[in-house]
């Protein structure tokens, strides 16, 4: 999702400040990804909240106007991570990591809010995980900076919704079906050291 929601954002910010969605599409396309991290949190008895992180694997996007933008990003399910070895070996058994390595997110709509320094937008898609492909609604912000152009989106999910069984250990540590994924991104020129 990295640079895919960046760039996607970005152009809805520029199009709502009055550019034109060919020039903020160019703009766009020529910025490097300079940073960004997909954090997933969810809860478990006993530990509470576990947090993990994944940096996205392979992003693109394309389009000229803002109602034709689309695109895609991928994760690899072995890099995600918890900070736990042993958690994160039961994290790729449960995600069945060997049958379906791959977290897909395809772009289909950016609706942006009100134009400010920080502005909302809303993007539109679908994520394949496991193997099973469902639309998501990401609400997040987008500010543009003089060199960096930052965003934070966000989504809640239901594993089962993904044929995906939350996880139960000696019997007694349950994982909860739900999981909130937070991306946070930077997109723009490479600052000098």
Same mark, same amino acid.
């Given at each position: 999702?990295?640079?895919?929601v960046? %760039?996607?954002?970005?152009?809805?910010?520029?199009?709502?400040?009055?550019?034109?969605? /060919?020039?903020a599409a *160019?703009?766009?396309?020529?910025?490097?990804? !300079? %940073?960004?991290?997909?954090?997933?949190? @969810?809860?478990?008895?006993?530990?509470?909240?576990l947090?993990?992180?994944?940096?996205?694997?392979h992003?693109? @996007?394309?389009?000229?106007?803002l109602e034709s !933008?689309?695109?895609?990003?991928?994760?690899?399910?072995?890099?995600?991570?918890?900070?736990?070895?042993?958690r994160?070996?039961? =994290?790729?058994?449960?995600? +069945?990591?060997?049958?379906? &390595? =791959?977290?897909?997110?395809d772009?289909v709509g950016? +609706? &942006?809010?009100?134009?400010?320094d920080t502005?909302?937008?809303?993007?539109?898609?679908? $994520? #394949? $995980?496991?193997?099973?492909?469902?639309p998501?609604?990401a609400?997040?912000?987008?500010?543009v900076?003089p *060199?960096? #152009?930052e965003?934070?989106?966000?989504?809640s999910?239901?594993?089962r919704?993904?044929?995906? /069984?939350?996880?139960?250990?000696?019997?007694? $540590?349950?994982?909860? &079906?739900?999981?909130?994924?937070?991306?946070?991104?930077?997109?723009?020129?490479?600052?000098s050291?």
């Amino acid at each position: 999702m990295r640079g895919l929601v960046t %760039r996607a954002a970005l152009i809805a910010t520029l199009a709502a400040h009055g550019t034109s969605l /060919r020039a903020a599409a *160019q703009l766009v396309s020529g910025a490097p990804l !300079i %940073r960004g991290e997909v954090t997933f949190v @969810f809860h478990s008895t006993f530990v509470g909240r576990l947090e993990g992180h994944v940096p996205v694997a392979h992003a693109e @996007f394309a389009g000229d106007r803002l109602e034709s !933008i689309h695109g895609l990003a991928l994760v690899n399910v072995t890099d995600m991570q918890t900070g736990n070895g042993a958690r994160d070996r039961h =994290l790729r058994e449960t995600m +069945e990591a060997d049958a379906y &390595p =791959l977290i897909r997110f395809d772009l289909v709509g950016v +609706e &942006p809010g009100a134009a400010a320094d920080t502005t909302p937008v809303t993007l539109e898609g679908t $994520l #394949t $995980l496991h193997g099973v492909a469902r639309p998501v609604t990401a609400r997040g912000t987008v500010v543009v900076g003089p *060199q960096v #152009t930052e965003v934070t989106a966000s989504f809640s999910l239901d594993m089962r919704d993904y044929g995906i /069984r939350p996880p139960v250990r000696a019997l007694v $540590l349950h994982v909860a &079906p739900e999981v909130v994924v937070v991306a946070h991104l930077a997109f723009g020129a490479k600052r000098s050291p």
